[in-house]
C-alpha cells in the first residue's frame, strides 16, 4: 500500500514543523490533511538523501586527500619557520582531522537510513527527528572543513607570490568567501518566498533585480505571491 495513515500526532507535528531539507523531503511525501504519507515519495526521498551523503562522504575523502599531501609536503619542504606558517600548517593538520570526522558521520548517516527504510514510516520519521542534529552536522563538518583548508592556502601563498599579489588573492577569496554564506543563506536556510519582477518573467538578467532580491532576504518583506509550505 503507498498510502500510509499518520495516526500520531506527535509523529503529525514533527511533519509539518522544521525548515531542514529532511523536514522538506518528508513534508513533500505528506498530506497534510489526510495525514496520509505517499511511500513511494518517501522511497524516493531515502534515495536523495542517499546520494547526497554519499556525495559528502566522497568529498569530505577527497579534500583529507589533498589535507594530507599538504601535510607531508611541509615535512619536506621545511617551510615552518615563521609563526605564520606553523599556524597553516596546524590548521591544515585540524582539518584532516575534521574531514575524517564528517567522512564518519556522512557514513553513519548513509547506514542509518539503509538500515531503516523498511521499518514503519512512524518509526522512521521519529528516529529522522531524533538524530537529525547528528545528520545535520555533516554539512556544517564540511563546511568548517573548507575553512580550515583554506585559511592555510591563504597564509601559505605568501611564500609563492609576491606581497601585492597575495593580499590581492586574499581579498578575492574573502569576497568568494561573503558570497557564498549569503548565497547558501538565500537558497538553503531562509524560507523561500518570492515575488516575481518583468526581469524573471523575462528571464533578464537585472543587477538591480539581483540587488532587490538581496534586500528581500535580508530585510523581509509584507507580502510575498509565492509561498513554500512548510
Not at 543563506?185 to 515575488?195: C, L, P
Request: glycine fraction near 6%; proline fraction near 0%.
Amino acid at each position: 500500500m503507498s498510502l500510509v495513515k499518520i495516526e500520531d500526532e506527535n509523529i503529525h507535528k514533527l511533519l509539518v514543523n522544521g525548515r531542514s531539507y529532511f523536514d522538506i523531503l518528508l513534508y513533500n511525501c505528506y498530506d497534510e490533511e489526510k495525514k496520509m504519507i505517499n511511500k513511494e515519495k518517501l522511497n524516493t526521498a531515502f534515495d536523495d538523501l542517499l546520494d547526497n551523503y554519499g556525495d559528502l562522504l566522497n568529498l569530505g575523502i577527497m579534500l583529507s586527500g589533498f589535507q594530507f599531501v599538504g601535510i607531508i609536503l611541509e615535512k619536506n619542504l621545511s617551510i615552518t619557520d615563521t609563526n605564520e606558517m606553523s599556524i597553516a600548517y596546524f590548521m591544515l593538520s585540524v582539518g584532516f582531522l575534521i574531514s575524517m570526522f564528517g567522512v564518519l558521520i556522512s557514513f553513519v548517516t548513509l547506514e542509518y537510513l539503509r538500515g531503516c527504510r523498511e521499518e514503519n514510516v512512524e518509526f522512521i520519521i521519529a528516529g529522522i527527528q531524533k538524530y537529525k542534529w547528528i545528520f545535520k552536522s555533516a554539512d556544517l563538518i564540511l563546511y568548517s572543513d573548507c575553512i580550515m583548508f583554506t585559511i592555510p592556502i591563504n597564509l601559505l601563498i605568501y611564500n609563492s607570490l609576491s606581497l601585492n599579489l597575495s593580499i590581492t588573492y586574499n581579498v578575492i577569496c574573502g569576497f568568494l568567501f561573503i558570497m557564498g554564506l549569503f548565497i547558501h543563506y538565500m537558497i538553503i536556510v531562509a524560507k523561500q518566498n518570492y515575488n516575481l519582477t518583468d526581469d524573471d518573467l523575462n528571464n533578464n538578467l537585472n543587477i538591480c533585480n539581483i540587488f532587490n532580491t538581496c534586500c528581500s532576504v535580508l530585510c523581509g518583506e509584507e507580502e510575498d505571491t509565492y509561498k513554500r509550505d512548510i
